[in-house]
């Protein structure tokens, strides 16, 4: 954490029900036991790097020694400032439990700038976690370490049910590495399932960046397989920075719509569209500029309304474009929709400096 301290900021020895609330639920589950604690010095509000006031760990070790990190910050910890009486600030606070060495004496630090980066994703963004959320970390989350677990999941922490506090009532979200086939086959099917269904493998959802997949093992793995063609996908969303299209008129014959999309998010189009629109769940494509909607249809059908693209598909249409569209560069057509032509265009993924690490397509 950037100008971090070992102990409280001086303002959280001031007035702060929402804080003494936070530790209070703490305090119920580790009684006697003094955390580790990361104090920010100069706060956001102030112009500091670090959105979270303070991240405090505790050490334990069962079922599996580990460091149970719990934010402060994303709720309302000094006075209520929002207009929502029922819920204190955003209303969760981030935990998150991470495999150790029965003789580390400290938490790492690349653990501490996770939570705060977690967090300043959503000062910046808006957009809160849930129970059964997951997200993509585009790479290691601990850099510079071998790893797989390059994703996440939110659970609510299994330790810590919701409190009241004087500011509302709040969550403990769990934040669970994933490797990237897990995070798949979370969007193919439900997050809150999958994370279910690897408890046994993971007690209490500890990351343990040594891990390998859990998919690996073949019961976990055929249960996850069961579940997702019993209950399809609950994702409906996906986001791309290539997306567009256009109606092209054709003389005695009906209009061609072309549309455009990026190679990388034709993986996970094809895989999810059938586990979304056959089980009556329509599918949502986000662009910049508009969005493609896909909906199940009795018959094939292309409309177009105020920066949207909807398209009806059957089922047997579905299953045609999962088996037609690929992650490269070209045009398809399909015979069950012949009134649009899919051009997919090379993705490039690049780094925060703008460098081009990876080319899709």
Not at 111 to 121: G, K, M, P, S
Not at 213 to 233: F, I, K, M, P
């Amino acid at each position: 954490m950037t100008d971090a301290t070992q102990a409280r900021t001086d303002e959280a020895h001031d007035l702060s029900p929402g804080w003494d609330a936070i530790s209070g639920a703490l305090e119920r589950l580790y009684p006697g036991q003094e955390p580790k604690h990361y104090g920010t010095v100069i706060k956001w509000m102030l112009g500091g790097p670090d959105p979270l006031d303070g991240i405090s760990a505790w050490k334990r070790m069962d079922p599996v020694p580990h460091w149970h990190f719990v934010s402060y910050g994303l709720t309302e910890l000094y006075s209520k400032e929002s207009d929502d009486a029922d819920t204190s600030g955003y209303g969760f606070e981030l935990t998150f439990r991470l495999a150790c060495n029965p003789a580390d004496d400290e938490p790492p630090a690349w653990a501490i700038n996770f939570l705060q980066n977690l967090a300043r994703y959503v000062f910046k963004s808006g957009n809160v976690f849930g129970d059964g959320h997951w997200m993509t970390a585009n790479g290691p989350i601990a850099l510079e370490r071998e790893t797989l677990i390059c994703s996440m999941g939110f659970v609510f922490d299994p330790e810590l049910p919701a409190i009241d506090t004087p500011h509302g009532r709040m969550a403990f979200i769990q934040v669970v590495g994933l490797t990237v086939d897990e995070e798949r086959a979370a969007k193919q099917w439900q997050t809150r399932k999958l994370l279910d269904v690897l408890l046994p493998e993971m007690p209490l959802w500890v990351t343990d960046l040594a891990r390998p997949s859990l998919l690996d093992n073949a019961s976990v793995r055929a249960r996850v397989a069961e579940g997702t063609q019993r209950d399809g996908s609950s994702s409906g969303f996906l986001f791309t920075d290539v997306l567009g299209w256009k109606v092209q008129k054709r003389l005695l014959r009906a209009p061609v719509t072309e549309i455009v999309l990026g190679a990388r998010q034709v993986d996970e189009l094809v895989t999810l569209l059938p586990l979304r629109l056959p089980f009556g769940r329509g599918f949502r494509v986000a662009g910049r500029e508009g969005a493609l909607v896909f909906e199940h249809g009795d018959v094939n059908s292309v409309s177009e309304s105020d920066g949207q693209l909807t398209l009806q598909l059957t089922d047997d249409t579905v299953r045609e474009l999962a088996r037609t569209l690929q992650p490269r560069a070209g045009t398809y057509t399909l015979e069950g929709l012949d009134g649009v032509r899919w051009q997919i265009e090379k993705t490039t993924i690049k780094s925060p400096e703008g460098k081009v690490v990876r080319t899709i397509g």
